[in-house]
């Protein structure tokens, strides 16, 4: 049997990985991930980690928050190349955005490098760079 811990890592996962907006959807993927909880487990949990939703109606992580909101407000378009992903942003924002990815601590970024209107992310795997990039377009209103 999967703990609280467990469904709290899942549930970590999920909600960056995936536009979960609501918590019957939240409870339909952890029910796919081998969990049995009800939505009132499901509500305790977003209590207990402290997750937020968006204007947009998606829950983040309290620690995300900061880093959507800078996207969505300041990123103008997003692009790949292997494991690399190059984020444009309005002039002199490159430095926040990037503050905002390093405070994230999103696993498999690697490191990141900003200019003015430019900002570099360097990701573990050509994968990684592609799911990275889908994160960040359910974040930017342009993209």
């Given at each position: 049997?999967?703990?609280?811990?467990?469904?709290?890592?899942?549930?970590?996962?999920?909600?960056?990985?995936?536009?979960?907006?609501?918590?019957?959807?939240?409870?339909?993927?952890?029910?796919?991930?081998g969990?049995?909880?009800?939505?009132?487990?499901?509500?305790?949990?977003?209590?207990d980690?402290?997750?937020?939703?968006?204007?947009?109606?998606?829950?983040?992580?309290?620690?995300?928050?900061?880093?959507?909101?800078?996207?969505?407000?300041?990123?103008?378009?997003?692009?790949?190349?292997?494991?690399?992903?190059?984020?444009?942003?309005?002039?002199?924002?490159?430095?926040?955005?990037?503050?905002?990815?390093?405070?994230?601590?999103?696993?498999?970024?690697?490191?990141?490098?900003?200019?003015?209107?430019?900002?570099?992310?360097v990701?573990?795997?050509?994968?990684?760079?592609?799911?990275?990039?889908?994160?960040?377009?359910?974040?930017?209103?342009?993209?």
């Amino acid at each position: 049997m999967k703990n609280r811990m467990d469904r709290q890592a899942a549930i970590r996962e999920l909600v960056r990985n995936k536009s979960i907006s609501t918590q019957k959807e939240l409870a339909a993927e952890l029910e796919k991930l081998g969990f049995s909880c009800t939505q009132a487990t499901v509500s305790r949990d977003i209590t207990d980690m402290g997750l937020k939703k968006l204007p947009e109606g998606i829950y983040v992580l309290a620690e995300d928050q900061r880093f959507h909101q800078m996207v969505s407000t300041l990123v103008v378009s997003v692009d790949s190349v292997d494991n690399l992903v190059l984020i444009k942003s309005q002039t002199g924002t490159a430095q926040g955005v990037c503050a905002a990815i390093d405070a994230a601590e999103i696993s498999h970024v690697v490191g990141t490098l900003a200019g003015d209107d430019t900002t570099l992310v360097v990701l573990r795997t050509a994968e990684d760079a592609t799911n990275f990039v889908d994160l960040l377009k359910r974040s930017v209103k342009t993209a």
